[in-house]
């Protein structure tokens, strides 16, 4: 039985330079890393 599901993804951001490495992933690019949690209720 499954009570529910989780899941994360980056999602690409702009922001002002003075921001940016504040945004950089790993991989270099700039995102924001998004959660999502879901019941099945």
Partial sequence: DCLGAI???HMPVWVHTSEQSRFRNRKGTLSQ?????VGFN
């Fill in 7 to 9: 899941d994360g993804t």
């Fill in 33 to 37: 890393n998004v959660l999502a949690v």
